[in-house]
């Protein structure tokens, strides 16, 4: 890789990465904590219910059940879009432009590049967190690394682009 990617990764990049991975991890943190909390709560109101044994209290359960649900599968999902938009964020805008000045836009949830009648998409999706304890760094590093070789490297076609717009048809002169 160039070694002005290593350049611009580190002075541009790198420094805001920490501050999201933080915000990444005290957000699990509370996620587990919110567990924690529901399952002290379900705990005590079970033998409150048992206690007590009114019928009233039983008819809370439906609820509980719910949130409990709701609550465990927020943990064993992965962090999520927000964050994968956050590293889009931080890492696409010097990226692009120390590939030459590329624009990016999402389009039908994929990732889109161009300059002058160029179109790049990736094969793949950019910036995919698989679990909540994949650091974010080597993921953006590695992303960023393969995106800027594809800038770098593409070609325009052999065709003009279609811009979308329609020209006039060229009149035929003998």
Wanted: contains cysteine; aromatic residues 8%.
């Amino acid at each position: 890789m160039p070694s002005d990617f290593d350049d611009m990764f580190a002075a541009r990049i790198a420094p805001h990465l920490m501050p999201l991975e933080d915000a990444r991890r005290l957000h699990h943190v509370r996620l587990r904590r919110r567990a924690l909390a529901f399952g002290a709560l379900c705990v005590g109101w079970l033998g409150l219910a048992a206690w007590i044994g009114h019928p009233l209290l039983w008819s809370a359960a439906p609820v509980l059940a719910a949130a409990g649900l709701f609550i465990g599968l927020q943990l064993r999902s992965g962090p999520g879009l927000d964050y994968a938009e956050a590293l889009r964020t931080i890492v696409l805008p010097p990226l692009c432009e120390a590939a030459g000045g590329w624009r990016h836009e999402r389009a039908g949830g994929r990732d889109v590049f161009s300059q002058d009648g160029i179109r790049v998409e990736p094969d793949r999706p950019l910036f995919a967190l698989p679990g909540w304890s994949a650091p974010i760094p080597p993921i953006a590093r590695a992303d960023a690394g393969r995106l800027f070789t594809m800038l770098a490297s593409a070609r325009a076609p052999a065709y003009a682009a279609r811009t979308g717009k329609t020209e006039p048809e060229a009149q035929v002169t003998s």
